[in-house]
């Protein structure tokens, strides 16, 4: 495992200071959650690909009254969990959340205690993984997993 970096909170860095450099074979999962509401009625949903675009998996789930930034959070375990029991363990993540994103860059700090949770149990399954990468993409370029997250609302809310 590579030695890793402390960003400003003196928490372990996910990125080591050199970036290993990409598989041959990975996975991508484009992440979305989502509120109706904030909170309020909340889903998630992950569309996984492997690294030449074709679908592996789609994964859903409502999660009752939730705040959107826990939803993003949730999608992203979840994919983080597939990715763990499938190979190639090696995962690239996409996601319109600069907020989630960014707190896993270490760019911005975790302050809000619910995600704090929710970033740390993050941390534990990417180290699991032979590879990691998470990049913010703008929302028309995430719309399998927005189109999951919305279903998952919907059959939470039984539309």
Same mark, same amino acid.
């Given at each position: 495992?590579?030695?890793h970096?402390?960003?400003?909170?003196?928490?372990?860095?996910?990125?080591?200071?050199s970036?290993p450099?990409?598989?041959?074979k990975?996975?991508?999962a484009?992440?979305?959650?989502?509120?109706r509401?904030?909170p309020?009625?909340?889903?998630?949903?992950?569309?996984?690909?492997d690294?030449d675009k074709?679908?592996v998996?789609?994964?859903?789930?409502?999660?009752g009254?939730q705040?959107?930034?826990v939803a993003?959070?949730?999608?992203?375990?979840?994919a983080?969990?597939?990715?763990?029991?499938?190979p190639p363990?090696a995962?690239r993540?996409?996601?319109?959340s600069? =907020?989630m994103?960014?707190?896993?860059?270490?760019?911005?700090?975790?302050? @809000?205690p &619910?995600?704090r949770r929710?970033?740390? #149990? *993050?941390?534990?399954?990417?180290r699991k =993984?032979a590879?990691?990468r998470?990049e913010?993409a703008m929302?028309?370029? @995430?719309q &399998?997993a927005d189109r999951l997250?919305? #279903? *998952?609302?919907?059959?939470g809310?039984?539309r």
């Amino acid at each position: 495992m590579p030695s890793h970096a402390m960003p400003k909170d003196d928490r372990p860095s996910l990125f080591p200071a050199s970036k290993p450099a990409m598989p041959e074979k990975y996975l991508v999962a484009h992440v979305d959650g989502g509120a109706r509401g904030n909170p309020g009625p909340a889903g998630y949903g992950v569309a996984i690909q492997d690294q030449d675009k074709r679908p592996v998996a789609e994964l859903s789930e409502f999660l009752g009254r939730q705040t959107n930034n826990v939803a993003e959070y949730r999608g992203l375990l979840a994919a983080l969990d597939y990715a763990v029991a499938h190979p190639p363990h090696a995962l690239r993540v996409v996601s319109d959340s600069e =907020l989630m994103v960014r707190q896993l860059k270490g760019i911005y700090k975790v302050k @809000n205690p &619910d995600l704090r949770r929710l970033f740390d #149990e *993050a941390q534990l399954k990417i180290r699991k =993984l032979a590879w990691f990468r998470i990049e913010h993409a703008m929302r028309e370029h @995430n719309q &399998d997993a927005d189109r999951l997250a919305n #279903e *998952a609302m919907d059959r939470g809310m039984k539309r």
